[in-house]
């Protein structure tokens, strides 16, 4: 744990890198640290590590970033990685009209049928309206 606030920045990565690795759940909130963390290489590693794990409790911490970093596709990746768990959550946060274009793409990129019964769902709330 006390590695997550060390100074190095690649003791930060390995510590990111070794929580996804081995799956531990134990260390969720350590790994939103690092998600969170100023160094985006560090964020980027431990967004890679939340969708291996499978760390569907971290999503609100990817979704965030998905939503700040507009110019990196590793939060969108962590998101289609989780798949169709990911879905009832961006569901609840698709009708922000700020953010709605980047919820419905990234929707749009997890396969399975449920993914596409939420894309119905979204445009029979009548809410949000894009132009494709």
């Known amino acids: 744990m006390k590695l997550v606030d060390d100074p190095d920045v690649e003791v930060r990565k390995m510590m990111a890198s070794l929580i996804g690795t081995f799956k531990i759940m134990a260390l969720g909130e350590s790994l939103s640290h690092l998600i969170n963390d100023r160094n985006e290489e560090v964020s980027d590693e431990a967004l890679r590590a ?3 794990a499978k760390m569907i409790s971290l999503l609100p911490e990817i979704t965030q970033q998905l939503v700040n970093r507009k110019g990196s596709y590793v939060p969108y990746l962590t998101i289609v990685s989780l798949g169709e768990a990911a879905l009832p959550y961006l569901f609840s946060n698709v009708f922000d009209i700020k953010t709605c274009g980047t919820y419905i793409r990234t929707i749009a990129a ?16 009548g809410g949000v309206f894009m132009r494709g």
């Open 50 to 52: 939340a969708g291996s």
């Open 110 to 125: 997890i396969k399975g049928a449920e993914a596409e019964q939420t894309l119905i769902d979204i445009v029979n709330q």
